[in-house]
């Protein structure tokens, strides 16, 4: 799916981007290992600049294994000014490592750099952000709404390292909502759209275009988390089976 991301800073200033082509590999035979590849977009609307950069399919035929990682992972790019490319800043490095930009006056910078792996056991090889992301803390459960994926019991499985219990629980989920789709779209005669609950459809408006666009719903979330109503959500995991 090739859809626009979009941010507007509290200057006024906009960007937008789309996510590239993540491979995940070896699924059934060998390690896995996930890919990212392809062009990757990042616009500033207010000042017509443009990053472009590519994430570069490795070579896999080379004679040596050596090359073969060196190849891995690259990103190069440059910017480009109401579409024509500027020689400078070039942009160089991997994804999983660091970016950096070589400047006009032949100075290099560090743009980016990632963080290390926390030492001790780390089942996914994950950043602290990644895996405070899905973190459950002291309190939180009773503010979140039964659509949340960090509720997901099967990734809670799967984190632990209890693989038979994650996938009979994902089985389970991917089988709820199954039926559950079935049943809408057999009740649902005119066979319109589900509107979401926390979103809207926005006009088709500037800056991007007739593409669809989508924004937070004003009065849903932050209100019914206030109050602790979360009355129109369903149980999306069947926590309260």
Request: aromatic share 10%; glycine share 6%; proline share 4%.
């Amino acid at each position: 799916m090739n859809f626009v991301l979009q941010v507007t800073f509290d200057d006024g200033e906009v960007y937008s981007w789309h996510k590239v082509q993540t491979t995940i590999n070896n699924l059934i035979v060998g390690k896995i290992y996930i890919q990212h590849t392809g062009t990757y977009t990042v616009r500033n609307h207010d000042t017509g600049l443009t990053a472009v950069l590519e994430l570069v399919k490795p070579k896999m035929m080379t004679f040596s294994l050596k090359s073969r990682k060196e190849s891995q992972h690259l990103i190069h790019g440059h910017l480009e000014k109401d579409g024509k490319k500027l020689d400078k800043p070039a942009f160089h490095g991997k994804w999983d490592e660091a970016l950096y930009a070589d400047l006009a006056d032949g100075s290099q910078r560090l743009l980016w750099q990632v963080n290390p792996v926390p030492a001790g056991e780390n089942r996914w090889g994950l950043t602290v952000f990644a895996m405070q992301a899905n973190e459950m803390t002291e309190g939180l459960r009773e503010k979140l709404p039964p659509t949340d994926s960090r509720l997901r019991t099967d990734l809670h499985h799967l984190e632990h390292g209890n693989y038979d219990k994650a996938n009979a629980a994902k089985k389970l989920l991917e089988e709820r909502n199954a039926s559950y789709m079935a049943e809408v779209r057999k009740s649902r005669a005119d066979k319109a759209p589900i509107a979401p609950h926390f979103f809207e459809l926005a006009a088709h408006e500037a800056p991007l275009g007739k593409a669809l666009r989508w924004r937070y719903r004003k009065g849903t979330y932050w209100e019914d988390r206030r109050r602790g109503d979360w009355s129109e959500c369903r149980d999306l995991f069947g926590l309260n089976e």
